[in-house]
T-cell receptor, first 115, second 112 residues
Framework: AQKVTQAQTEISVVEKEDVTLDCVYE???????LFWYKQPPSGELVFLIR??????QNEISGRYSWNFQKSTSSFNFTITASQVVDSAVYFC????????????FGAGTRLFVKA | DVKVTQSSRYLVKRTGEKVFLECVQD?????MFWYRQDPGLGLRLIYF???????EKGDIPEGYSVSREKKERFSLILESASTNQTSMYLC???????????FGPGTRLTVT
């Protein structure tokens, strides 16, 4: 069975601090996709990144970076120099290689960034 | 940009009422989804549809039904609302061959 665990329920940081959101997944599939979505207070989830199981390269996009390690089944997300606008709920998700139909979401991590 | 709209942001209904939640998308995506979001549980899939008049049960379909008569519209129906269906309901779309879902703003439903 597939499972996504986000052990951190809430994180609170002060602006400009770096913060890492943890994600651990379980799957028996050899081909799968991992995602991060952001849910701001407006409610709609916004796609941030997708990685496939064959690509363990880390990725950086501005202040955001992602660390994918198959050996530990983790896909962690780091925000560097956090800003108040980063305050949101962040979801890690896992999908089978056959497409996005059955995407399993983690419970989410609520990030508070204080000015 | 993909636009996914949901008929209401907030809805209050009474136990036993029939409730319709509507979702409309403007990007011609084949696939549409209904999730419910509860604290500590993340998003759980209720139903999805991969074509007009086609539907598949998700992980928690009990107490819900869906309708997709037109490609752009996917409705979630609570035949007889109960208090344990109080939740945030999110609609999403997906184009075939892709993996990233596009979400609507959600409907926060309260059943009293």
């Amino acid at each position: 069975a597939q499972k996504v665990t986000q052990a951190q329920t809430e994180i609170s940081v002060v602006e400009k601090e770096d913060v890492t959101l943890d994600c651990v997944y379980e799957t028996r599939d050899t081909t799968y996709y991992l995602f991060w979505y952001k849910q701001p207070p407006s409610g709609e989830l916004v796609f941030l990144i997708r990685r496939n199981s064959f690509d363990e390269q880390n990725e950086i996009s501005g202040r955001y970076s992602w660390n994918f390690q198959k050996s530990t089944s983790s896909f962690n997300f780091t925000i560097t120099a956090s800003q108040v606008v980063d305050s949101a709920v962040y979801f890690c998700a896992l999908s089978k290689g056959t497409g996005g139909f059955k995407t399993i979401f983690g419970a989410g991590t609520r990030l508070f960034v204080k000015a | 940009d993909v636009k996914v709209t949901q008929s209401s942001r907030y809805l209050v209904k009474r136990t036993g009422e029939k409730v319709f939640l509507e979702c409309v998308q403007d990007m011609d995506h084949e696939n549409m989804f209904w999730y419910r979001q509860d604290p500590g549980l993340g998003l759980r899939l209720i139903y999805f549809s991969y074509d007009v008049k086609m539907k598949e049960k998700g992980d928690i379909p009990e107490g819900y039904s869906v309708s997709r008569e037109k490609k752009e519209r996917f409705s979630l129906i609570l035949e007889s609302a109960s208090t344990n269906q109080t939740s945030m309901y999110l609609c999403a779309t997906l184009t075939s061959g892709s993996y990233e879902q596009y979400f609507g703003p959600g409907t926060r439903l309260t059943v009293t």
